[in-house]
């Protein structure tokens, strides 16, 4: 019963509209919202759980030709090979920064990824495609995510009092955290790493609640509100990202 309670906290399906795929997500929220991945240009679409089918088709059909441009243009872009701008921005933790890719030609690096003043200089080898590069790039911010993350989740455990045996990085396009209380495991959205610190915190202590509280009901959030006070406005702030 508790898994299944856990269930309901998103319902995902997948659905087709005038020819486009797309990944539906029920959750406990207000508004609908529309999103198309800038990597992979795959659709997503949360709505309140009572939304009917009615308003997600009429949400696609105006947004129809947004959709299509926006995929066409990633699909060019994936295929074209390397598109880096030099001024591109990025963030660890919440800071910016300017990435500088590095060409190199042969098998080994020119160097390791470092930092020069405001300015990641990222090596990659020359003709690499946009898509080796968001993965090379997604290798260097998971080590860094991963040297972190024992300081962050040592401090929710000792503010919660609650501890997981395992957590675990993904790439998540619609979940910042999941747990599994019956496993004790965690997984923790790999773009976290990006923002700063006080939201990857937000996560944890939300995650861990859910060991004994499975549930989103007012016991869930009065149980989160204790160790985080501040939780609706980071909640929302995650949520417009």
């Not at 260097?140 to 300081?151: D, I, K, T, V």
Request: proline residues 7%; positive net charge; charged residues 25%.
């Amino acid at each position: 019963m508790q898994a299944e309670k856990a269930h309901r906290a998103i319902q995902t399906t997948q659905q087709e509209i005038d020819g486009i795929p797309l990944r539906i997500q029920r959750k406990a929220i207000r508004n609908m919202y529309l999103r198309v991945d800038s990597e992979t240009g795959d659709v997503t679409i949360t709505t309140p759980f009572k939304c009917p089918d009615s308003e997600i088709e009429n949400l696609v059909h105006n947004h129809l030709d947004w959709i299509r441009k926006n995929q066409a243009r990633i699909r060019e872009k994936n295929a074209s090979g390397p598109s880096f701008r030099k001024d591109e921005q990025t963030a660890l933790w919440g800071k910016p920064f300017t990435l500088e890719p590095v060409f190199y030609t042969g098998r080994k690096p020119a160097g390791p990824v470092f930092f020069d003043g405001d300015t990641l200089r990222l090596p990659l080898p020359k003709g690499v495609t946009s898509q080796e590069k968001v993965k090379r790039l997604n290798a260097w911010y998971r080590s860094r995510f991963l040297e972190a993350l024992p300081g962050f989740t040592n401090r929710a455990e000792a503010r919660t009092g609650l501890k997981a045996d395992t957590y675990l990085l993904r790439s998540m396009t619609s979940r910042w955290g999941t747990c599994n209380p019956h496993e004790k495991k965690i997984l923790l959205n790999l773009k976290l790493v990006k923002y700063p610190p006080q939201y990857l915190e937000y996560v944890l202590i939300h995650e861990l609640t859910h060991l004994t509280i499975p549930h989103h009901g007012p016991d869930f959030w009065k149980a989160v509100a204790i160790h985080c006070p501040d939780w609706q406005t980071i909640r929302r702030q995650l949520n417009d990202l």
